[in-house]
């Protein structure tokens, strides 16, 4: 959800952004459309919305254009039925052609019997009555289809009349000349979007409870580099010695606890900031501080590599304890590792780490004490920091790895179980994902970022 800064477009096209707010609507499926907060005139012009930008928008909200494609569908039908009324008159019409002559055969014959018909010929006439019988049912049918077309053209009556009023009401632009403006906004409105993907976050939502399932402590996630077609959902139940993955098939089916299959891992992890990304699992295994890369489709271990100088084994853990020493994370520009060392006096160190060789292409120091944090998620290469893991949690700390900077923030966290053990941001679904008290639940997120797209065709 962003806050649009835009030059005032047509009339149309503004009544698209700025009206019809509406009300909060979590995790917004991207069928949806687009979904407004608010909105102002900035003094100088530009109109400004606050909306969460779906996946793909095709203005299915609109009831004008509801209303057009259901009309379409109408006519769609009453051409199909017409159709089918031609080329069953036409097999009834040639039927009918051939009994014609067999009727005037018939017509002939009985009028040269003059009265007196031998029992050979009576047998050849009832023969040939015999095949005028099917006759009567193709003039029902007749009878039939003369209603159909009488009830067609009633609704091709009242489809003109609807499609006459809609096009009055919207003015001069046909459906198609609407549609063609329709889908030029999208695109610039998506354009605007990929500019603004990234900001600084302002809001965490209410949280949506997916399910109760497994124990106080785990982690639950998604491929953050999947296609919006895979929703994949991956279950680790416990924070050490577990081997066992589970993927379940859908998001649907995760919460029915059906459609699944387990994988074995074959070293056991520690901790729960594991991460999935683009196909393999990122994880910290037991009594060490090695990265394991863990490859779903091949069921082996890809690569694995020690983490210079980072703590393990509870040395270093967050406050909640838990073997939460290493913490993996991907946001919008890659892997990330977050941990401590002996010669970082117990701060929180993040580390960008090369998904493919594990090797750290660069740290910074953050100078935040990683005991002293609940947990923490990346968003657009930014740090957050939660002050606990318990009710009353905010994100209390933010550390900016483009400028090396940080600042200390107050975002409300409704922590709504009391013991979160798992925080991860999904750049994919901007939502964040946590296990809390064994629970699995989710969070949308707020990021403001005001651009201009002065000049953008």
Known sequence: MWPLAVPPPPPLLLLLLCSGLAGQTLFQSPEEGWQLYTSAQAP????????????????????????????????????????????????????????????????????????????????????????????????????????????????????????????????????????????????RLHACAQKLGCGKLTGVSNPITIRAMGSRFGSWMTDTMAPSADSRVWYMDGYYKGRR??????????????????????????????VVYNGSLFYNKYQSNVVVKYHFRSRSVLVQRSLPGAGYNNTFPYSWGGFSDMDFMVDESGLWAVYTTNQNAGNIVVSRLDPHTLEVVRSWDTGYPKRSAGEA??????????????????????????????????????????????LDYNPRERALYTWNNGHQVLYNVTLFHVISTAGDP
């Open 245 to 274: 993955v589970l993927e379940f098939r859908t998001l649907g089916d995760f919460i029915k606890g059906q459609n699944f299959i387990q994988h074995l891992l074959p070293q056991p992890w520690a901790g729960t900031g594991h």
């Open 44 to 187: 100088d012009g530009k109109c400004i919305c606050t909306a969460v930008i779906p996946a793909q928008s095709t203005c299915s909200r609109d009831g004008r254009s509801r209303e057009l494609r259901q009309l379409m569908e109408k006519v769609q039908n009453v051409s199909q039925s017409m159709e089918v009324l031609e080329l069953r008159t036409y097999r009834d019409l040639q039927y009918v052609r051939s009994m014609e002559t067999l009727m005037r055969s018939l017509d002939a014959r009985l009028r040269a019997a003059d009265g007196s018909l031998s029992a050979k010929s009576f047998q050849e006439l009832k023969d040939r009555m015999t095949e005028l019988l099917p006759l009567s049912s193709v003039l029902e049918q007749y009878k039939a289809d003369t209603r159909t077309i009488v009830r067609l053209r009633e609704e091709v009556r009242n489809l003109s009349g609807s499609l006459a009023t809609i096009q009055e009401e919207m003015g001069a632009y046909g459906y198609e000349d609407l549609q063609q403006r329709v889908m030029a906004l999208e695109a």
């Open 377 to 422: 998620f990346m968003i657009c290469g930014v740090l957050y920091v939660t002050n606990s893991h318990l009710a009353g949690a905010k994100v209390y700390f933010a550390y900016f790895t483009n400028t090396s900077s940080y600042e200390y923030t107050d975002v409300p966290f409704h922590n709504q179980y009391s013991h979160i053990s798992m």
